[in-house]
C-alpha cells in the first residue's frame, strides 16, 4: 500500500488522514499548526500528500510543504467524483481526508512540480490586478447611467485612482517576473510571439508555470481548449472544449483575435477555417488552441518565434 496522506484545507483548519496507518488528525490552518502537522508526518517521508484546490486557503500548505512534500493538487470534482464510486455519500472534512488519502492510493498521481521563485507572490498580484479590472468595468457601466454631478464625479476620481493602481501592479508583476532567470527567460520568449503582449505573458506564467515541460495533449488539456468527441453507438454530437484552467483560457482570447489578423500564420488559419463555414467563435477556440501550444512548444525548446521563411 502507498504510504499516502490526505488534508482536506478549510479557513481555520487542516484534517488530516494517514492511509497506512489509518491514522486522523486536525490541525489549525495557522504558522503553528503548519509546523504541528510537519511534525506529525514524521522524518519518514510519505509518497504522496493530496489536497484539494481551495482558492487562497491552500497557499500556506504550498508555501509550507513546496518542494519539501511530495504535493499533489487536485480538483474538488475529480475528489467528489472518485469518494461517489466509492460508495462515499457522507461529506465531512474528516471523510474528505480519508477519501483524499485513498484517491492517492488508488490513482496513479504524481507529485506537482514545485513552485518557482514568487510564484505565489505573482499569483497574488494577479489576483488583485483582475479584481481591479472587474472594478474598472463595473464603474465604466454605471457611470453611463448617473446623472447626479456628485455621482460621476466620484466615479471619476475612482477611475483615476484605478488606473495608477494597474500601472503599479503591471510593474510589480514585471520586476518579479525578471527576478527568476528561467521565468525571465520564458517571458521574453512569450513576448516574441505575434499577440501576445507583457500583461499576457505574465498571465500564462501565472496560470501555467508548467508551460513548457507538457506536451501539445497535455497543454491543450491544461487550458481547457481540447475538443471533447461525444460519440455513442450511431450517434455522433458535436465536439465541444469543457474544463481546465478558465483564467488561462480567458488570458488566450484577445490575443487570439489580434493573432486572426496581426500573425501571418496564425491570421492563413483563421480564414480558412471561416472560408469552409466554421464560426468564428470555433475559429477563435482553435486560435487560441494553436497559441497555447506554440509557447507551451517554444518555451520547451528555448528559442524565439521567427516567422516562417518562404
Not at 497574488?124 to 448617473?146: G, Y
Request: aromatic share 4%; proline share 5%; charged share 25%.
Amino acid at each position: 500500500m502507498k504510504d499516502t496522506i490526505g488534508i482536506d484545507i478549510s479557513k481555520a483548519t487542516l484534517d488530516a488522514h494517514r492511509l497506512i496507518d489509518d491514522e486522523a488528525r486536525q490541525f489549525a490552518n495557522s504558522p503553528a499548526g503548519l509546523r504541528a502537522l510537519r511534525r506529525w508526518i514524521g522524518t519518514k517521508m510519505p509518497d504522496l500528500v493530496i489536497y484539494e484546490s481551495t482558492g487562497a486557503y491552500h497557499a500556506a500548505i504550498e508555501r509550507s510543504f513546496g518542494g519539501v512534500l511530495p504535493l499533489v493538487k487536485v480538483n474538488p470534482l475529480q475528489a467528489r467524483r472518485f469518494a461517489q464510486a466509492r460508495g462515499t455519500r457522507a461529506k465531512t472534512d474528516a471523510v474528505d481526508a480519508r477519501v483524499l488519502a485513498a484517491m492517492g492510493a488508488a490513482l496513479d498521481l504524481a507529485p506537482d512540480v514545485p513552485a518557482g521563485k514568487n510564484q505565489h507572490d505573482l499569483r497574488e498580484l494577479q489576483i488583485a490586478r483582475m479584481a481591479l479590472i472587474k472594478e474598472r468595468t463595473r464603474l465604466l457601466n454605471r457611470s453611463k447611467t448617473q446623472s447626479l454631478t456628485v455621482l460621476k464625479r466620484q466615479s471619476k476620481a475612482r477611475l483615476a485612482q484605478i488606473k495608477r493602481q494597474l500601472g503599479e501592479l503591471e510593474d510589480a508583476l514585471l520586476d518579479l517576473a525578471r527576478q527568476c532567470p528561467k521565468r525571465a527567460r520564458a517571458f521574453d520568449i512569450l513576448c516574441s510571439i505575434p499577440g501576445l503582449g507583457r500583461i499576457t505573458a505574465i498571465a500564462i506564467l501565472v496560470e501555467c508555470p508548467e508551460i513548457g515541460t507538457m506536451t501539445r495533449k497535455q497543454i491543450t488539456s491544461l487550458a481547457g481548449l481540447a475538443p471533447m468527441t461525444r460519440q455513442s453507438g450511431q450517434w455522433r454530437g458535436k465536439a465541444f472544449i469543457q474544463g481546465g484552467r478558465k483564467f488561462l483560457r480567458d488570458a488566450l482570447y484577445m490575443p487570439a483575435l489580434v493573432a486572426a489578423r496581426y500573425n501571418p500564420d496564425l491570421r492563413q488559419k483563421y480564414q480558412a477555417m471561416i472560408s469552409d463555414g466554421k464560426p468564428a467563435k470555433v475559429a477563435l477556440t482553435a486560435l487560441m488552441r494553436k497559441l497555447i501550444e506554440l509557447a507551451n512548444a517554444l518555451v520547451r525548446q528555448d528559442r524565439e518565434w521567427t516567422p516562417k521563411t518562404a
